[in-house]
């Protein structure tokens, strides 16, 4: 058994393990633990207490892979519902689809008798509020001091807080079974344009698990790990005979390579291979995350592995 999670899993892990340990499945754990950090008020980028939109608005995306039977299922722009995990999860097994976003899934959720409520609390919102005064001219506002709507396009760009944008849950699990899971789910882009999805509820971009080779999850820019495919290619690579470090390496390497703002290039990846060993990257430095394996009494925070953006080249090696 092994999960391994980005550190703002830590309120959640255990709950994971238990559930491993009980003999559970890889699914059933991934998503109980990300449901703790969606309840938590203090994780200001995954749930209830995100931070939101432009608007004011909080808008989750979540999304559950099944590395067993590569189903999967995505929420994203999900407003009102605190859950989206299990939202997506719901979408995997009940719906035949894979992704619901918007409207759509907040009347699934309501189908699903999840109880609506607001996820703005008062600190996001202070933090939002400021951050929008601190950062937009004044010919932004009207009279009243409201963000004027015709110009969310320009205030996106301005408004963007790079301390803020970033922040995920990522859980990787193998159950006893073997199983391998994953799970992610954040609130976004902090002061993104209304309706903006990253990585996280896009299979293949921030989440990929495939029982016969391994799985990733990404937090980070996920314009990047959209267009570079990142959680799939890491299986990928696996499946073509990669070493794990090689995948993580190359698929990084992947997407930094149409990147020249080294300020944009804020990546972090959690991996791991069949065999149960696993690999974390990170392109800022000082990045940890969190492991728990059989024979460990609790679970331990490690460092990432550090990569300068501008050190990263595509490697061949194989394993
Ligand atoms: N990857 C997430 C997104 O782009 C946010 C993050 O992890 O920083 O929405």
């Known amino acids: 058994m092994v999960i391994i999670a980005s550190s703002n899993g830590d309120v959640g892990i255990d709950a994971a393990w238990a559930i491993l340990e009980q003999g559970g499945t890889a699914l059933d754990a991934v998503e109980a633990a990300a449901r703790l950090v969606e309840d938590n008020p203090e994780d200001h980028t995954v749930g209830y207490g995100g931070y939101p939109n432009l608007l004011g608005e909080v808008e989750l995306d979540a999304s559950i892979m099944d590395g067993t039977t590569l189903r999967a299922g995505a929420i994203g722009a999900l407003r009102g519902y605190r859950h989206p995990i ?34 703005l609390t008062d600190v996001a919102a202070n933090v939002w509020r400021e951050g929008l005064n601190g950062k937009l001219p004044e010919h932004f506002r009207d009279r009243s001091g409201q963000l004027i709507k015709s110009m969310l396009r320009q205030a996106t760009h301005i408004a963007t807080d790079p301390e803020r944008a970033a922040g995920t849950v990522n859980f990787i699990a193998q ?58 290619s890491v299986v990928l690579y696996l499946q073509i005979g990669y070493t794990l470090e090689a995948a993580c390496q190359t698929a990084f390497a992947d997407l930094l390579a149409f990147v020249s703002d080294p300020a944009q290039t804020i990546m972090s990846m959690v991996a791991l291979a069949r065999h149960g060993n696993h690999y974390t990257i990170s392109t800022a430095p000082e990045r940890t995350y969190i492991y728990r394996a059989d024979g460990m009494d609790t679970f331990a925070t490690l460092p990432r592995v550090f990569v300068e953006p501008s050190r990263l080249t595509a490697s061949s090696q194989t394993a």
Not at 94 to 119: D, K, N, S, T, Y
Not at 203 to 217: H, K, L, S, T, W
Request: aromatic share 8%; glycine share 14%.
């Open 86 to 119: 299990t939202v997506a999860r719901k979408v995997m097994e009940e719906l035949p689809h894979v992704f619901l976003v918007g409207e759509g899934a907040a009347r699934f959720a309501a189908e699903l008798g999840m109880p609506r409520e607001e996820l």
């Open 175 to 232: 159950d006893q079974k073997g199983r391998i899971a994953s799970a992610v789910s954040t609130s976004g882009w902090a002061w993104k344009y209304p309706g903006r999805l990253g990585d996280t509820p896009v299979i293949g971009a921030g989440n990929y698990a495939d029982d016969r080779f391994g799985a990733a999850a990404c937090t980070g820019w996920g314009e990047l790990a959209i267009r570079a495919s990142t959680a799939r």
